[in-house]
């Protein structure tokens, strides 16, 4: 469904993204991964016309995206939810999905408000509110909402989970879940959240210095993953500034069994570093 060949992007004169590849297939979740500034916005950005200036293939559904605009990409089907949410803080709920809603009359088959609820019901109860009076998960579950709109046959979502608390995470999760098992929607999910991401995806592209870095199903991501949490990392591996002590936050029984690998047992941007360290650069990083 979207496919993307030797991607090269650039903001101005910063070379950013090198020869990407990634393809995300019908109803299919897959995982974008990498520490901060490895590029995921802007692939996401770059797919969307939003930014950076490209080369090399952007197809979806078979189309060239090359000299589309970026409603004329999402007229396609292509729902996008940035890292900075973009609601109308001043528009109410109900007015934020309606804006989605009229984007695209006539031109795509859209989603009933009935509908969107039926995925996101706190936004029912809460469809009188301000958009800048929202917290920030019910902005996010608003901001992805609104981006279902147009029925998209594919949604990119940029860090949903970022400052979310784990139950709000939990909920966006169920949703986001059933709208690809049940409505079939695919998913292209940049994320550093490890655990979020792998109960949505079963395909996962890493990326490092704007480099694919790896590519693999869920389960041997998961398998390389557990391995760097069984094993110490070598001191090679763990080459880069000396971690941080836990921080004083994090609940005793974290901060009690403190290792110096403690970062590679979390499920966030540690992690995904400790992944690239070890298996990441040496082995599938082109020249
Ligand atoms: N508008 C811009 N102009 C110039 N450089 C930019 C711009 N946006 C991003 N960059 C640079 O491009 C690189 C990749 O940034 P990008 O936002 O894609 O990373 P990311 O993987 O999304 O990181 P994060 O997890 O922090 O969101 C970074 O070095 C960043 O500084
Ligand atoms: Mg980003």
Redesign the pocket.
């Given at each position: 469904m979207l496919e993307v060949h030797g991607l090269d992007a650039y903001?101005?004169t910063?070379h950013?993204l090198h020869g990407l590849r990634l393809a995300v297939g019908k109803g299919q979740g897959v995982a974008l991964l990498?520490?901060?500034?490895?590029?995921?916005?802007?692939?996401l950005k770059a797919i969307m016309a939003l930014?950076p200036r490209w080369d090399g293939a952007i197809t979806f559904q078979g189309r060239s995206l090359r000299s589309l605009r970026a409603y004329q990409i999402a007229r396609l089907g292509v729902g996008y939810v940035p890292?900075d949410r973009r609601i109308y803080p001043d528009l109410s709920v109900d007015d934020n999905l309606k804006v989605g809603l009229v984007a695209f009359r006539r031109r795509r088959p859209t989603m009933s408000l009935d509908e969107i609820w039926s995925w996101f019901p706190l936004l029912k109860d809460l469809r009188h509110r301000l958009g800048r009076e929202l917290s920030g998960g019910e902005q996010q579950m608003l901001s992805i909402a609104r981006s279902l709109a147009g029925r998209p046959d594919l949604m990119l979502l940029d860090?949903p989970t970022e400052g979310l608390a784990p139950l709000v995470v939990q909920s966006l999760s169920e949703a986001i879940g059933g709208l690809i098992t049940e409505v079939g929607v695919g998913l292209l999910l940049?994320e550093?959240n490890l655990r979020f991401a792998l109960r949505l995806t079963e395909h996962v592209f890493v990326i490092d210095g704007?480099h694919l870095v790896f590519e693999g199903g869920r389960e041997e991501f998961s398998r390389r993953v557990d391995e760097i949490e069984r094993t110490p990392l070598a001191p090679a591996a763990r080459a880069g500034p000396a971690l941080p002590p836990p921080p004083a936050s994090w609940p005793e029984r974290f901060r009690a069994r403190h290792r110096p690998q403690y970062a590679a047992k979390l499920p966030n941007a540690l992690a995904i570093g400790a992944f690239i360290r070890q298996f990441g650069s040496a082995e599938q990083r082109g020249p």
């Open positions: 903001y101005g910063s950013i990498g520490r901060n500034g490895a590029g995921k916005s802007t692939t930014g890292e860090e940049a550093q704007g």
